[in-house]
């Protein structure tokens, strides 16, 4: 008996010790994101600055309309993840695309390089001809962001 209390009181300790030092929920609709890009606003169905979704209807932008869109999160501070011994950031949701010849990714902005790094495709299993506007056939995703070895962060 006190061999299990004791393993259960190492094993309570032990995912005590391993917290998440930064957890940034995306809180839709919230403001502090930004929506940009070169698109036709008639497309925009839902902006995740205050909406509850990030929404793009690319049959409603019009079928001359050459539509590249982001909706970007604010700038997350790594520094106290990284002063924690923490190296992957967790980056999970739920999507719906209805590929039509485009594609839908999440990226990352790489500040030394200036560029945005694509860290995940994401892409729809099977043809789907539900319509994505009622969201029942969302596909959830998760991707690790390996952070050891940003520049920035080994400096502090």
Known sequence: MKKIILSVLVL????????????????????????????????????????????????????????DIASESPVIDLSAAAAASENLILISGDFTHRDIGGSLSVDYWDYDAGAWVALIELE???????????????????????INLFPVLLST
């Not at 839709?28 to 205050?50: I, M, R």
């Not at 729809?124 to 390996?146: H, I």
């Open 12 to 67: 309570f300790s032990f995912q005590i010790g391993n917290s998440q030092v930064i957890n940034e929920p995306a809180n839709w609709p919230n403001a502090n994101w930004t929506t940009s890009g070169t698109y036709n606003a008639d497309g925009l169905l839902a902006d995740p600055t205050s909406a509850d979704s990030f929404t793009f209807d690319d049959d409603a932008a019009g079928s001359t309309s050459d539509d």
């Open 124 to 146: 729809t299993t099977g043809a789907s001809t539900a319509d994505y506007q009622n969201c029942t056939n969302q596909v959830y995703f998760e991707s690790g962001l390996d």
